[in-house]
């Protein structure tokens, strides 16, 4: 099994900047990636961002988020830059496992216009 456990969230004016945070613990070496998605109500989750094999991002967030991992702190993060209020939404660490995925419980992130 493998825990995740997200930081960083908050409320920020358009144009600031977040730090997102996810520290894994348990079974980390079967992980292979990590990454991040968001989820408003009413719409299923997106993908965000990954790091696993290439980095990968959202069109909509490409040139503004950037995604790091630090290996030695099993350590996942989401650098948040030039934020807009379509941003908000509760953000998910995933894990991508051997065998399955793992999910943080989410942070909220609230972008005020």
């Known amino acids: 099994q493998v825990q995740l456990v997200e930081s960083g969230g908050g409320l920020v004016q358009a144009g600031g900047s977040l730090r997102l945070s996810c520290a894994a613990s348990g079974s980390i070496f079967s992980i292979n990636g990590m990454g991040w998605y968001r989820q408003v109500p009413g719409k299923n989750r997106e993908f965000v961002a990954f790091s696993g094999g290439p980095t990968t991002y959202a069109d909509s967030v490409k040139g503004r988020f950037t995604i790091s991992r630090d290996n030695a702190k099993n350590t996942v993060y989401l650098q948040m830059n030039s934020l807009k209020p379509e941003d908000s939404g509760v953000y998910y660490c995933?894990?991508?496992?051997?065998?399955?995925?793992?999910w943080g419980q989410g942070t909220q992130v609230t972008v005020s216009s």
């Open positions: 995933k894990a991508r496992g051997s065998t399955r995925n793992y």
